[in-house]
């Protein structure tokens, strides 16, 4: 989250009240900072922004329904995978009004882009003339480092469901067998599922979907 002012002419109006010697007719605009959270504070007439441009990857989609919790579901496509597209599995419980209509939905999201850069500097710099050339160096390759790897084509989304009596409270994973998914219900029951059938299914199934669309079983 970024910080920016609110109303600067509101802010304007008040340096002149407190400040009558001031004859500067604009604000200082306030540099980009990061907020941290328990570490700074809101200033009057601050608020806090989302800069999309901070994320190395940020899609967003909906199933109809909010989910409380969701969990990732490991695969075997490897531990280390640093190049887009990605492919990426995980399981969801909804919150429904109506708690016969909640279920848990098994996701497969694949071509998933995103933005590859640069976290060490690639060399040191001794001198004031080295460190303004390689800032414009980073400039330049940041802007290429920014650019969309993977393609420019939405996400896929597929999802098969499997009925739920209640709302899903809490879904885990099992790590050492991902099939096997636990959920809690808002009824207090706890419940055990075996979803290899539905894992299997989404990991054979060929990616035909429209880009940006979705597929639900």
Known sequence: MVRSIKNPKKAKRKNKKGDGSSSSSSVPSMPTKVWQPGVDNLEEGEELECDPTAYNCLHAFHIGWPCLSFDVVRDSLGLLRTDFPHTVYFVAGTQAENPDWNSIGIFKVSNVSGK??????????????????????????EDSEDEEEGGSAAPILQLRKVAHSGCVNRIRAMTQNPHICASWSDAGYVQIWDFSTHLNALAESETEVPRGGSSVF
Do not use: G, I, Q, Y
């Open 116 to 141: 590859r850069r640069e976290l060490v500097p690639t060399k040191a710099t001794t001198s004031d003339s080295d460190m303004d050339a390689e800032n414009s160096d980073s400039d330049s390759d």
